[in-house]
C-alpha cells in the first residue's frame, strides 16, 4: 500500500535538545505586549521576535503569540534577516504555523526570514523571504557544518520562498514533521539543500538543478509535485521510508541516492530514469514512471525492488543502462517502444550487467544472468496498486540471500527474510495465520494416520 501519513522519527540525539526547554525561564512575545523588558509576562511582552531572542540566555523559551511579524532587520553576516537565532534558545509559537507567520520580503531591499546558528525555532510559517547576492535559504539558513550540531526547525511551514543560489525554502538544519512547499532556488534545491528531514513533506518546489532537495538525508518523508531543469525530486540524498511522487525534470524521481524501502511512483523524466538515474535502490517499489530511457531506472543498483507499469518513449521501460545489477526484482509489466522490461547499451561494452534471481521477460542474454524466471509474476491487484506477489506466485521463496538482509525488514515493515527464504520484489510473503495453522493440522492428521 502507498501511504502518504509519516510520522516523524526523531533521532536520539535531539531528544535532549527537545526537553531541555523544560526547566528554561520564558521570554513572552506578542504584538499587543506592552515590550517592558524583561518581558517575563504576556502584559510586559515584546512586540517583536528578535528583542525577545536577544533578551534571552542559553535554554531559555521564548514563546511567540499569534500573529504576522513582518517589521525588523537584523544583519546575519551574508544579508538582513527578519530574525537571527546565535544562541540556544528555542524559540517557539504559541498556537502553530497557522496563527503564527514569520514574514520576510522579496522587494527592494530584500530580506531572509531567519538566520540560524544554534537553537531551534518551532511551529512557525515562514514566508517570502529572500536569500539574495548568491544566497542560501530563502526561508531558513540553518547552518550547515557542523554535523549533527545543527539548528532545529520543526512543526513549521516553509513556504513562497525564494533564495538566489541553493536553498529555496531552507539550507542546512535538522527538520522534523516540517511542511516545506512552493520555494524557488535559482540554482539547486528548490525545497531544501543539505538538510536531514524527518517526517517532513516536500512538494511544489522548483529549481534549475534539484525541484525537492539537493543533498542531505530524508526518513519517512513525502517529495512530490517538485520541478527543475534537470533533477525534480531528489539529489544526492539518503532516503528511507519515503514517498517520491509525481516529480518532473531531465530526470523525475531520484539521482545519486541511496534508497531504503520507499515508493517511486507517478514521476516523469524528459531525459531519463524516470523514477531512478544512478542509484542503489533497496526493498523499493518503482511503479508507473515515464521518460524517454529508463522509465523505471536508468543505470541503476537494484536489490529486492518490484518495478512494474513503467513507460519509456524510447528504449528501457523498466531499466536501462550499460553498467547496472538487479537482484532479487521482479521487472515486468513495464511498456517501451524497444526493451520493454529491459534494455542494455553496448555503448561502453557487455561487462557491465548483471542479473541474480529477477523475474522479468524475455530472458537476457544467459551470460549475464543467474536464476531468471520469465513467468508471469502474478500481481493480481496490480492494477488497483497492490503490487504483493500471492502465494501462487512464482516469486514466492526463489531469491538469493544476502548479508544486508539479517535484520532487514521488507516494504510493509516485515522481516525481510521469512523461514529462511527470500521472495523477489520488495514485498516478502507472510504466511496467512489460518493457512498455517491448517496445514499444521493436516500434517497431524496425516501421521495420525499412518501409526499402526
Not at 531541555?20 to 523588558?37: D, R
Not at 539543500?193 to 542531505?216: H, K, V
Not at 529486492?304 to 513507460?311: G, M, Q, Y
Not at 530472458?363 to 497492490?386: K, Q, Y
Amino acid at each position: 500500500m502507498i501511504s502518504t501519513m509519516n510520522t516523524p522519527v526523531i533521532p536520539a540525539f535531539l531528544l535532549g535538545s527537545l526537553a531541555a526547554s523544560a526547566i528554561a525561564a520564558t521570554i513572552y512575545v506578542s504584538p499587543l505586549g506592552t515590550h517592558l523588558p524583561p518581558f517575563d509576562t504576556w502584559s510586559k511582552a515584546a512586540t517583536n521576535i528578535q528583542d525577545g531572542v536577544n533578551a534571552a540566555v542559553t535554554n531559555d523559551v521564548v514563546l511567540v503569540s499569534n500573529g504576522v511579524y513582518a517589521t525588523g532587520s537584523t544583519w546575519d553576516g551574508q544579508t538582513f534577516s527578519r530574525l537571527v537565532i546565535g544562541k540556544a534558545v528555542t524559540v517557539r509559537s504559541l498556537s502553530g504555523p497557522a496563527e503564527t507567520v514569520i514574514e520576510g520580503c522579496q522587494t527592494p531591499p530584500p530580506m531572509r526570514c531567519v538566520w540560524m546558528t544554534n537553537g531551534s525555532l518551532e511551529g512557525f510559517t515562514v514566508s517570502n523571504g529572500y536569500a539574495l547576492d548568491m544566497g542560501h535559504g530563502g526561508g531558513v539558513y540553518a547552518m550547515l557544518y557542523p554535523l549533527p550540531l545543527r539548528p532545529l526547525v520543526s512543526n513549521c511551514v516553509i513556504t513562497m520562498n525564494i533564495a538566489s543560489n541553493y536553498g529555496g525554502g531552507i539550507a542546512g538544519g535538522i527538520l522534523v514533521g516540517c511542511r516545506v512547499a512552493g520555494n524557488v532556488s535559482l540554482y539547486a534545491g528548490g525545497g531544501s539543500y543539505f538538510s536531514d528531514m524527518y517526517g517532513c513533506t516536500l512538494e511544489s518546489n522548483q529549481a534549475y538543478y534539484a525541484g525537492g532537495i539537493y543533498q542531505g538525508l530524508l526518513a519517512n518523508c513525502v517529495v512530490r509535485g517538485n520541478a527543475a531543469i534537470t533533477v525534480g525530486g531528489v539529489d544526492g540524498c539518503l532516503v528511507s521510508n519515503c514517498l517520491v511522487c509525481g516529480n518532473s525534470g531531465g530526470i523525475g524521481g531520484t539521482t545519486w541516492c541511496t534508497v531504503y524501502n520507499s515508493v517511486i511512483c507517478h514521476n516523469q523524466g524528459g531525459w531519463f530514469g524516470g523514477g531512478s538515474y544512478i542509484g542503489t535502490l533497496v526493498n523499493c517499489l518503482v511503479v508507473s514512471n515515464w521518460a524517454v530511457q529508463g522509465g523505471g531506472a536508468n543505470r541503476s543498483v537494484l536489490l529486492n525492488c518490484t518495478v512494474c507499469d513503467n513507460i519509456a518513449v524510447s528504449n528501457g521501460g523498466g531499466v536501462w543502462g550499460y553498467d547496472f545489477s538487479n537482484v532479487n526484482c521482479i521487472i515486468y509489466h513495464n511498456v517501451a517502444a524497444d526493451g520493454s522490461n529491459w534494455y542494455h547499451d553496448y555503448t561502453y561494452g557487455s561487462n557491465g550487467f548483471s542479473y541474480n534471481s529477477v523475474c522479468t521477460e524475455p530472458a537476457p542474454p544467459e551470460s549475464l544472468v543467474i536464476n531468471i524466471i520469465t513467468n508471469d509474476p502474478g500481481l493480481v491487484g496490480r492494477t488497483n496498486g497492490d503490487y504483493h506477489p500471492p502465494v501462487s506466485s512464482p516469486c514466492i521463496n526463489t531469491g538469493v540471500f544476502m548479508a544486508w538482509m539479517t535484520g532487514a525488514t521488507d516494504l510493509d515493515g516485515g522481516p525481510r527474510v521469512q523461514d529462511g527464504l527470500v521472495d523477489l520484489g520488495c514485498y516478502e510473503l507472510v504466511p496467512e495465520p489460518a493457512a498455517a495453522i491448517a496445514a499444521a493440522l493436516l500434517a497431524a492428521l496425516c501421521v495420525t494416520r499412518r501409526r499402526p
